[in-house]
Each structure stands twice: as C-alpha cells, then as structure tokens.
C-alpha cells in the first residue's frame, strides 16, 4: 500500500507586529510505484506518444523521433493504453490506424509490433499547429474509463506558427487537468516559452534535447518514469484559518510550479492544489500565509496541509505561529525557506535576464544573470552556475559580478532557460 508522510520546516516565531508565516512542506511517497498503490494495479494507466512530423522535421530529426517512439512502445508495460499521434498543422493518430474502432488499445506484442510498423511510415509534411496535437490527445484519452492515469510526451522541433494566435492558449485551458504531458525540443528552432506553457500547465517537465541522438534516451526515461507512477492523482489541500490570506502555494522540489492560480474551492477555508501522479518520490513545496498580528505570547494554527489520494486525506503537516519578543527566537531563519526563496528567484533571474538578452537590452541582462550567478552560488546551485558560464563571464560569483559572453550559442541560452527551474536540495 502507498504511504505519504509530510514534514514542516518554518521558523514558528514572529516578532510584534509580523503578519507573515512562510513554511516548506516535505512530502514523501513510499509503496507508490506502480502496482504497489492502494487499488491502482498494474497496466490502470495511458500512454500517448505525441511527435512532430511537420516538414521542418524532414531528414534527421524526424528519423530520430521515429526511432525515439518505437523505443518508448518498447517500455511501455502491457496492459497500458497506448496511441501515437503524429503532428503538423493538423493532428493525426497514427496508431490505432484511423479507421480503427477504438481510439486507444492495450499494450501487448502485436500491438507492439504494430505500432512501430505504423511509426515507420510517418513522413514529414506541413506546418505546426500544436493546439490540434493538445486536442486530439485530449479526445483521445475521453475514450477511456474514468481512474486511470494519463500521460503523454510530446516532442517538437519549431515554433508553433501554423495557427491563429491564441489558439495555443486555448486548447491548453481546455485540456489542463485531463491529462500530464512532458514536453520537449529537439534543436534550436522551437521556443521555450511556448513549450514550457504546455508542461506546466500540464503538470509536466519541459527539457532540450540538443541533438537527435539523444531523443531516444530521453523518451526511454519519461516513460519508465511514467510507469513507475503507481498513484494517478493527488492533490495537496490547503487549509487556512478564518481572516487568513493564502499568498502564495508553489512547488519548489524537484523543480519549480506556481500552482497558486490552480485552487479548486473545497470550502470557503479549504482548497485544493493539483500535484499530478506519483510515484515512489519526495517534493517539496512552500506554503506563504498572512494572518493578523496578535499579542506577544499567542499562538497560532495558520495552515494545514495535507496530500489527498483516492478522496482520501493520506498525511498531514501543520504551520503553527508563535509571537515573541524574544530576538534570538524570532532572527532565525528557516534554512529551507531561505534556499527555496533563493532558488525561485535564480529562476526568474535567468528567465528575465535571457529575455532582456535576446531583446537587445544588455544592461539589464548582465545584472538579472549577475544576480542569477550569486544565487547559483548561494544555493549550492552547481548545476545553474555551470550553465550560466556558458553564458557569461563570472568575475565574481559573491558580489554577482558578470560580464555576457560574445561567444554563446542559442542551444547555451536554451539549455539554460530550460533548466531554470529545476532546484538542488537544501543542504544538510
């Protein structure tokens, strides 16, 4: 059976006057793989594989994408739902073959088979039209019956330019919460930002593959990932006290989604945040709360988090405050708040400094990615410090010194921005 256990890290103390409790809930998964969850057997679950096919695909890309999706049908367990969905300016699935009478079929050898025979004769043509791709796996997944879990890759190399603007926006609303989907590019054609929206929205990972080769073992990986999940959905549910205002709900481990906006109302003190599928893992999120002063001594409960599986609540972590006048109490600094804090702004750092980058505006991208490099080197972000010397010169890491580089590639910039979100662990 699938256990949770949750654990808080705060400074409970505040001086007179403080409004704001900032905590980092832990939460930990154990016997969540799948088939070891609570009634989630093996094989409850759905795979669709989504790859670009239009014409800017021809060549090398599109045989490597061809070859990634047959490897990935190979990981694919049997008794999975399984479909292919080829992409252009249109959406077309390609496996089950159209004429099929049903839209997704089981996992077994000769669909197996089957299915890269249907791979194999995809050809690139047309444009790129990602709304329909969004949408077509999203009908495709309708088709099936309710409790199972739904993830799709999706693979692209260019920029969605083949439908009216704002239909891309669209069709994510439309599909947000029906199905997990992590998205990725291959070369330097194709936008982050753009990609990026698909996987957050869709609760998925976004990442570069910079050259074809590599697509293989990416695909390899997502869906033995995507396997190991044995927990189709949870939730984490927030409750906050009367006269409280939630600020902020984010998750900050393994990598960074606002998922403030995504509230579903349990009641008027209670709501719920989408987490997606899980396996045997641990994520980290930080909860800010502000809640009235209140005289020096009292105590407070300001929240109540808890992860919820199977309409069941399945752990609980609890933020308390304390009011003190006592300065060597309320001086204390939370290590893991201080490190998230720290990691969310490396984020926004990077993002915002490449933008100003590619916008022309030098000035401001040397101080956003200097201010990027003393967080990098604050947080023990070894990963991002090494991305961003790809990117720039760093004089001095401690003080955010930098100097942009006149030698980066847009596969630099790209591998950077990609991986701005992903954080590294607070110390011990």
Known sequence: MATFSAEVFSNEYLPEGATDVHAIVQVRATGAGAGAAGGVPVGEAAEIIIFDNSGSMTGRNLEAAKHAASVAVDQIVDGTYFAIIAGSHVAERVFP???????????????????KRAI???????????????????????TLPPGIRKHAILLT???NESEPEGNLQRAIRAVQGSFQCDARGVGDR??????????TAMLGSVGLIADPSGIAADFEQLIRSSMAR???DAALRVWTPQGAQLLFVRQVAPTIEDLTNRRTVVNPLTGDYPTGAWGDEEREYHVAIRVPSRPLGSEQLVARVQIVAGGQAQTSGLVKAMWSNDP??????????AHYTGQTELATAIQEGLAAKAAGDERTATIKLGRAAQLAQETGN???????RRVVEIDDAERGTVRLRTDTSRLDEMALDTASTKTTRVRK
């Open 97 to 115: 073959y159209p004429n099929a009478p049903v839209a997704m079929v089981r996992m077994e050898p000769r669909a197996r088979d089957e299915a």
């Open 120 to 142: 194999s004769r995809v050809q690139a043509s047309g444009g790129t039209a990602m709304s329909s791709w969004l949408m077509l796996a999203n009908q495709t997944f309708a």
């Open 157 to 159: 190399d260019g920029k």
């Open 190 to 199: 194709w936008v982050v930002s753009e990609v990026r929206e698909i996987a």
């Open 230 to 232: 044995g927990i189709a």
């Open 328 to 337: 060597s109490l309320t001086a204390r600094i939370s290590p893991a708040v």
């Open 382 to 388: 070894d990963e991002a410090t090494a991305r961003l």
